[in-house]
């Protein structure tokens, strides 16, 4: 193993090298941030909420398994953060129970102008993001911002994959509603 | 973002680490969490149990389980006669033991429907499995004398069906026999040609045998419309001659 992937330079941190998180920090700070702002549409302070992500991280390192991934484990926490950032506003409604997850929902296949239809959405929905539920905003931009697949959205934000796979649906189904509005 | 914004969110934190605001916490605090979760879960799951075995004894006591067997009148006394504070309690404790279990990545992965489903049958099954021990004829008798320490008004409090009466022939009277129940309360089990034996034949049913009568009573007479010999099933073993003691009623 490559000595200096995030999972050995975690490992060097929870065995006291406090400095080693730095490295951590530089490399998980750009896309934190990126998240932070896409995913805290509008709210100022999106910063102060990465910092406590990056604090959190550092006081529960203890807590993270070196044989998973590290970028799972420290979104994780990012997603745990912004939603106590979101609750604390006070301004979007976050319901407890959520019923997408109590049933499987089958995943359509992938068409094969899906990709094409992606990018021209991507570019489009920079904008609109804001108009979403925080439940459909946040897996579209894991989706489309931080390229991640369906697996991995679901080990961050604790859903069935199937649940993952709705909501981006439902998100982008949300966003061409929007988007087709006259101005 | 600036290079200088990010120094300073780099340097934030460094200055948060060094000063010692914020601190690592120990390994054991994890474990102690992860240990605390594992028997949190474990004891829910045996409360849930012990809830839901303590379902199917109720019922089975009561004589109401047997109700279907004396068809759609039977069935509804099975469905009246339901023990809704244990069923509640064990509602209770299957959403407690799914919010636990939802921790864990074998549940969280897949629908709520499916760990829910998972908890509900093994609860049932488990439930049925612990109901067939000793363990609560042995709690049942140990609350009728008064000795158990706490959870006695949960044998006490069991609902009884109001058309079915589940007990020990004291004696026959033919065709008409004595019945006592397990609060030793005494019936005359009234036998008409239109009486049905449900699996059973009249002739065969002797003294120290258990039964389950169901019929309209009068204070102590039942007139039964059928009746069921339930000797040998689970809550109903037969028990030797020398142990029943002098029940006979003349």
């Not at chain 1, 021209?120 to 946040?138: A, C, H, I, S, T």
């Not at chain 2, 199917?56 to 006669?81: C, D, I, Q, T, V």
């Not at chain 2, 059928?226 to 040998?232: D, L, P």
Request: charged share 25%; with cysteine; net charge positive.
């Amino acid at each position: 193993m490559p000595e200096n992937t995030n999972e050995n330079i975690a490992k060097q941190v929870q065995s006291g090298n406090a400095q080693a998180f730095g490295m951590l920090v530089e490399r998980f700070e750009g896309k934190l941030l990126r998240y932070a702002k896409r995913f805290l549409f509008g709210y100022q302070d999106s910063e102060d909420a990465v910092q406590e992500v990056f604090l959190k991280a550092y006081a529960n390192i203890n807590s993270f398994d070196a044989s998973r991934s590290f970028s799972a484990w420290i979104y994780r926490i990012a997603h745990n953060e912004f939603i106590n950032f979101i609750k604390k506003k006070g301004r979007e409604p976050l319901p407890f129970f959520d019923p997408d997850t109590l049933f499987p929902h089958p995943i359509a296949p992938r068409q094969a102008d899906d990709d094409l239809k992606d990018e021209e959405l991507k570019k489009m929905m920079e904008e609109f993001l804001g108009r979403l539920e925080p439940k459909y905003r946040e897996p579209l931009v894991l989706y489309y911002y931080e390229d991640m697949d369906y697996q991995k959205i679901s080990e961050i934000m604790r859903l069935p994959v199937s649940t993952v796979g709705v909501r981006i649906n439902r998100g982008k189904t949300a966003l061409k509603k929007i988007l087709s509005k006259p101005v | 973002m600036t290079e200088e914004q990010k120094k300073s969110l780099q340097e934030k934190i460094s200055q948060a680490i060094n000063s010692g605001k914020v601190t690592m916490r120990p390994r054991w605090h994890f474990a102690l969490g992860g240990a605390l979760l594992l028997v949190g879960s474990a004891l829910a799951g045996m409360v849930l149990l012990f809830l839901v075995s303590l379902i199917f004894f109720s019922l089975r006591k009561s004589g109401a389980w047997f109700g279907p067997g004396f068809g759609g009148r039977g069935a509804m006394e099975l469905l009246m006669s339901l023990p809704w504070l244990l069923i509640a309690l064990s509602v209770i404790f299957i959403i407690l033991l799914e919010f636990l279990v939802r921790h864990y990545a074998v549940a969280y992965r897949k629908p709520l429907l499916y760990s829910a489903m998972a908890v509900l049958a093994l609860a049932i099954t488990g439930g049925f499995v612990l109901a067939l021990s000793p363990l609560h004829p042995q709690l049942f008798r140990q609350a009728r004398q008064h000795r158990l320490p706490f959870g006695e008004g949960l044998y006490h409090g069991m609902p009884r069906p109001e058309r079915i009466v589940v007990g020990e022939i004291t004696g026959r009277q033919d065709p008409n026999f004595y019945l006592l129940d397990d609060r030793d309360e005494s019936f005359v089990i009234l036998i008409s040609p239109s009486t049905k034996c449900v699996g059973c034949v009249f002739s065969d049913l002797e003294t120290g045998d258990s039964v389950a009568v169901f019929g309209r009573r009068e204070q102590n007479k039942i007139s039964a419309e059928a009746v069921r010999n339930v000797t040998g099933q689970p809550t109903f073993p037969r028990r030797p001659m020398m142990d029943r003691g002098e029940k006979i009623i003349q």
